[in-house]
């Protein structure tokens, strides 16, 4: 499961929300019902679950699930990307078969 994937079932699990609710654009409080309470635990919930900060100035500028994945994407992207880059040359390398 991609970080957009997750990200959406976070929400889906958090707010109580049905498949196909959770699109990009959808405001997190205007659409689906987070208050500013639900936004600071959705904040702790992907920290813990990426082991990334997130900054006081950056939470205040997420207002959609589209800004919760590019924010995710910029913090573990060029993480994720090493260690898949890691894979490929093991795997091509014959060290992992």
Same mark, same amino acid.
């Given at each position: 499961?991609?970080?957009?994937?997750? %990200?959406?079932?976070?929400?889906?699990?958090?707010?109580?929300?049905?498949?196909? =609710?959770?699109?990009?654009?959808?405001?997190? %409080?205007?659409?689906?019902?987070? !208050?500013?309470?639900?936004? *600071?635990?959705?904040?702790?919930?992907?920290?813990?679950?990426?082991?990334?900060?997130?900054? !006081?100035? @950056?939470? @205040?500028?997420?207002?959609?699930? #589209? $800004? *919760?994945? $590019? *924010?995710?994407?910029?913090?573990?992207? !060029?993480?994720?990307?090493?260690? =898949?880059?890691?894979? #490929?040359?093991?795997?091509?390398?014959?060290? *992992?078969?």
């Amino acid at each position: 499961m991609g970080y957009v994937e997750r %990200i959406n079932e976070i929400l889906k699990e958090h707010l109580g929300l049905m498949e196909g =609710q959770v699109i990009p654009e959808a405001g997190l %409080i205007r659409d689906l019902g987070a !208050d500013s309470l639900d936004r *600071l635990e959705l904040m702790m919930k992907i920290e813990e679950e990426y082991g990334v900060g997130i900054e !006081d100035e @950056e939470a @205040e500028n997420l207002s959609t699930p #589209k $800004d *919760l994945y $590019d *924010l995710v994407r910029r913090k573990i992207g !060029d993480t994720e990307l090493a260690t =898949q880059e890691r894979y #490929k040359k093991a795997h091509t390398s014959g060290i *992992l078969g």
